[in-house]
């Protein structure tokens, strides 16, 4: 099994792949975003360091359930060979109604057939209200007319 675009990465497959990865979490599918990571994928996502796909779509579903209403845009900020730097943000609001914006970055590491080996992220967020929400798409993939991080001046 293939995931295209592969390394090495062109500016022009990085920032497909970035927009892929995008896609794919805005989804809020975990089985079907844990299909574009290693068997033996690797994460640390704050202070959890899930190992392996089936961690990994665990941890995700522990996360959509909690993030409600999650939207996120991702950036690529860098790329090299076979790994890709971005800087992403999301927002959603948790059980009680309160929005919250994160923010971070991440450094993707991918083998050879476009399968991702490796993911950092280091993440903040704070509280927002639900006027200062950006990301006022339809659930789902964000539409390709939606504003960057960088034209919203995120």
């Known amino acids: 099994m293939t995931r295209p675009p592969l390394p090495p990465f062109t500016e022009e497959t990085a920032r497909e792949k970035v927009r892929l990865a995008e896609d794919g979490w805005n989804s809020r599918d975990a089985a079907k ?3 574009a990571y290693t068997e033996d994928t690797a994460w640390r996502n704050r202070a959890e360091f899930p ?8 941890f995700l579903e522990r996360k959509w359930a909690k993030e409600l209403d999650y939207r ?3 950036e690529l900020w860098a790329f090299t060979g076979n790994r ?9 609001h ?3 109604g309160n929005w ?5 970055n991440e450094n ?3 083998v050879e057939d476009g399968l991702m080996r490796r993911r950092f992220a280091s993440i903040n967020e704070h509280p927002i209200t639900e006027g200062e929400r950006k990301f006022r798409w339809p659930l789902g993939r964000r539409p390709d007319d939606h504003p960057g991080l960088s034209d919203l001046g995120l």
């Open 94 to 96: 948790d059980e009680g």
């Open 108 to 110: 993707w590491e991918f």
């Open 100 to 104: 919250f914006r994160a923010y971070g």
């Open 84 to 92: 890709i730097a971005v800087r992403y943000a999301y927002e959603y």
């Open 72 to 74: 996120l845009i991702k």
């Open 33 to 35: 975003v844990a299909l």
């Open 51 to 58: 190992r392996g796909r089936a961690e990994a779509q665990a």
